[in-house]
């Protein structure tokens, strides 16, 4: 199944929570968490683009490379980015620092796609997971205007737009951990993955 969305890897942090490091190249279970996301991105996209402001750490990828257009670090910045270089009318965006994110939960999103939507995103009862969503190229617009008055927090943007929900029951039946939002910020998270990679295989 072909949906009509292109996949977007968010690695234009900063990294301050982990000294700088780049999240993306990051190894769990031997594997970076880069590799990780692109195996899964190439079963269900055929448009991927890492949106990057070091596109020459990224040259071995087979990976459109695209830098953020506004100079505001927020993830909201590359989403953008990665949305105005979709070549499908939906982008599904991930952060790089999330090993665990499941086909099965970026397909409930997908499979929600249309409908007149803007936006499809997970809601758990700790809130949106909107590094897990789908936007439409229908948000461009807005999203500029918030970036360049710094309105950055995503959340204040989705009462501008047409959101659907995927519900935290229906996550749970595919991610009883919700492991999917899992993700990388700090040295101690890398631990408890490589606890959590080890247990799985245990
Ligand atoms: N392209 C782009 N991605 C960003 C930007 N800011 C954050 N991100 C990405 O958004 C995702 C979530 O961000 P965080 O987990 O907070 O990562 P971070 O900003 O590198 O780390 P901290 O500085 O510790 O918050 C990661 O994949 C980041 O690479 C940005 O300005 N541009
Ligand atoms: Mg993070």
């Known amino acids: 199944m072909t949906y009509p969305c292109s996949g977007v890897i968010l690695a234009g942090g900063l990294s301050t929570r982990f000294s700088g490091r780049n999240k993306a190249l990051i190894q769990v279970g031997g594997r970076s968490v880069l590799d990780r996301i692109c195996s899964l991105f190439q079963e269900l996209f055929d448009d991927i683009i890492l949106v990057t402001n070091e596109p020459l750490r990224y040259l071995e990828w087979d990976l459109t490379i695209t830098t953020d257009m506004f100079p505001v670090r927020s993830s909201l910045t590359g989403i953008h980015a990665g949305l105005f270089a979709a070549t499908r009318p939906y982008a599904f965006c991930t952060a790089c620092d999330t090993p665990f994110l499941k086909k099965e939960v970026v397909e409930m999103v997908l499979e929600r ?66 492991l999917s939002f899992f993700n990388i910020n700090a040295p101690e998270d890398l631990v408890k993955a490589e606890r959590l990679l080890a247990g799985a295989l245990s």
Not at 150 to 175: A, G, M, P
């Open 113 to 178: 796609l249309g409908g007149g939507h803007d936006v499809i995103v997970p809601e758990i009862s700790a809130g949106f997971e909107p590094l897990c969503a789908a936007y439409s190229k229908r948000c461009l617009e807005v999203m500029a205007r918030h970036i360049a008055q710094e309105q950055l927090q995503i959340k204040r943007l989705f009462r501008k737009f047409r959101v659907r929900t995927v519900s935290e029951q229906r996550l749970l039946e595919k991610d009883p951990d919700l």
